[in-house]
């Protein structure tokens, strides 16, 4: 109904109608409406409520203390499967609300992220993250889609991470903590890694933050290049695959900020010096592309203008393959393979 509607309706009733009404919507309202609306002060003193002004009263930000405490015994508990198998610590009615809880601390945390606690938020925000991605490999809650069970996509989440790390991080610090998380968290299904380097370029928006953020990939390049496996790692089977797909996303990461400061020489040279893949590698849209897949997502999910800095034209299409991508993306595909470029 509408107010006016609920007007008339109430002029009808009597005085203890009326009381019995108010006593029934009052034990069926949830507490949290309660008290965001003040309904027990409007109950007391309902003249002060309606003088003071609808809306007057501002949501006062969650402390981040207290969300430092819940954040990090969720944490702990989560890490120790208590949401996922059967234990005496996390009660089996509440093992499904985990999504619950980190889409409320995900809310909180960016509420009370203020100029005065940013760091502590964004410490928080991060830790939240890194679960998230932690349980993309591994078991720790019911659901095979962390992020889709929270409703949040992973580049959002991520995106969300970054902007508060921004605000209270130097800019070499914050482009390499940005890129370690990129490399060292595992990705959902629904997500590629150059969807978060592309989240990455976001913050990266001058030449010196690019080229900084090339400097930075060289650098983690060689950090990672001289790392030796521990003796568990050396059993396993993963530790080598893991290091090289660490190599070519930072040598992709790379090659995007080359890109995006239409540099493509150095592009390809950086590409092909830092890249452990094949050419051969070539399916674009697969998890783990080759030199050739890179070179057509860089140009072909941006503005390929904008990226190689001066406009082509159209000539006819030769063939399926070229119908697909714009003639930026084709000039570079063919530079990859050692081919001619194409004429305008």
């Known amino acids: 109904m509408k107010i006016a ?68 015994e969720f944490i702990e508990d989560a890490y120790k499967q208590y949401y996922f198998a059967p234990n005496s610590f996390v009660p089996k009615s509440e093992r499904p609300k985990w999504r619950f809880i980190v889409k409320r601390l995900y809310k909180d945390l960016l509420l009370a992220a203020d100029k005065e606690n940013v760091s502590q938020a964004a410490a928080i925000l991060e830790k939240l993250y890194n679960l998230l991605c ?27 991470v970054l902007s508060l790390k921004y605000q209270c991080e130097d800019k070499a610090t914050f482009i390499r903590n940005a890129l370690l998380s990129m490399v ?21 928006r001058t030449p010196d933050l690019k080229e900084m953020t090339i400097a930075r990939c060289s650098e983690l390049i060689d950090v990672i290049k001289r790392e030796q496996p521990s003796k568990k790692q050396a059993f396993g089977s993963t530790y080598e695959y893991e290091k090289e797909e660490k190599l070519n996303n930072l040598a992709g990461m790379g090659f995007f900020c080359y ?86």
């Open 134 to 160: 932690y349980s993309c490999s591994y078991i720790l809650f019911s659901g095979d889609d962390p992020f889709g069970s929270v409703g949040i996509a992973q580049e959002e989440f991520f995106r969300k």
């Open 5 to 72: 509607e609920v007007r008339d309706v109430i002029q009808k009733h009597s005085r203890d109608e009326l009381r019995v009404i108010i006593t029934r919507l009052y034990k069926a309202m949830p507490k949290a409406i309660k008290e965001k609306n003040d309904i027990d002060g409007l109950l007391r003193d309902p003249n002060s409520s309606v003088q003071s002004g609808r809306g007057s009263k501002q949501e006062e930000p969650p402390d981040i203390d207290w969300l430092e405490y819940e954040a990090n």
């Open 184 to 204: 060292n968290n595992a990705s959902d299904r629904h997500t590629l890694r150059d969807n978060l380097m592309a989240v990455i370029l976001e913050f990266a």
């Open 259 to 344: 890109a995006r400061l239409c540099d493509y020489d150095n592009a390809i040279s950086y590409f092909k010096a830092n890249y452990g893949g094949t050419s051969s590698q070539v399916l674009v849209g697969s998890r783990r592309p080759g030199p050739c897949g890179f070179a057509l997502r860089a140009v072909d999910c941006q503005d390929g203008n904008e990226l190689c800095g001066r406009h082509h034209e159209r000539r006819p299409i030769q063939n399926a393959d070229e119908a697909r991508f714009p003639a930026s993306a084709q000039r570079c595909f063919y530079r990859f393979r050692g081919e001619r470029r194409l004429s305008r």
